[in-house]
Structures are given as C-alpha cells and as structure tokens.
C-alpha cells in the first residue's frame, strides 16, 4: 500500500521559512519522480515542484521559483520541501504526491499523496 506521510507544516509570518517532509512507504521511491501540490481555500490545485528520478532534475512553479528548494533522500524514501521567504500567498495545504513523469505532474496526473500539511503564513 503506498503511503505518503507530510510533515514540517505551520505557522509562521512573512519573509520565514519552513522546511516540509515527506515519508513515503509501499513503493519502490527512487524509481519514482515525487513533487508537492498545493491548495489554497476556494482555489484549486497547483502543483509547486517537482523532482526526477533518473537525473534529479526539477520543476518549479513561477510563484515559488528562487524561494523553495526540493530534494529527495532515496536511502530515507524522504521527499523535502524547503521554503524561504515565505509570502501570505503561500498559505495553502501543501500535499506530496508521486507521478509517472514530470510531464505527468505539469498536467496534475498525480498518482497517490497524502493528508497534506498546512502552511499559514501572516503578513
């Protein structure tokens, strides 16, 4: 059963930062790229990045672009997501979920996630 398990949520005010977690289980994790969505109250989803598995190569969304960074841990089958300068924007339910392709998670073709993990951020 694959299980994806977000942590690292909270809040916080502008202009901090937060780091997100990611335990993954039930799958083979470093043959699968994994990324973060978000959602927002009354909006839809948005995906915020997204890692590679073959030569980790990443996407990012515009509005996240140059403040948050993500990495993956295949020997901990642990997703990060490290955010910096956190803007109110931001504030959202952010979830981790695993595609088949980075192509896939541009078009939200997102496999499994999580429960998610709230980020408020004050002004």
């Known amino acids: 059963e694959v299980q994806l398990v977000e942590s690292g949520g909270g809040l916080v005010q502008a202009g901090d930062s937060l780091r997100l977690s990611c335990a993954a289980s039930?799958?083979?994790?470093?043959?699968?790229?994994i990324g973060w969505f978000r959602q927002a109250p009354g909006k839809g989803r948005e995906g915020v990045s997204c890692?590679?598995?073959?030569?980790?190569?990443?996407y990012y969304a515009d509005s996240v672009k140059g403040r948050f960074t993500i990495s993956r841990d295949n020997a901990k089958n642990t997703l990060y997501l490290q955010m910096n300068s956190l803007k109110p924007e931001d504030t959202a339910v952010y979830y981790c979920?695993?595609?088949?392709?980075?192509?896939?998670?541009?078009?939200?073709?997102?496999?499994?996630w999580g429960q998610g993990t709230q980020v408020t951020v004050s002004s």
């Open positions: 039930g799958f083979t994790f470093d043959d699968v790229p």
């Open positions: 890692i590679n598995s073959s030569d980790g190569s990443t």
């Open positions: 979920a695993a595609t088949d392709s980075l192509q896939d998670f541009l078009t939200s073709k997102w496999n499994s």
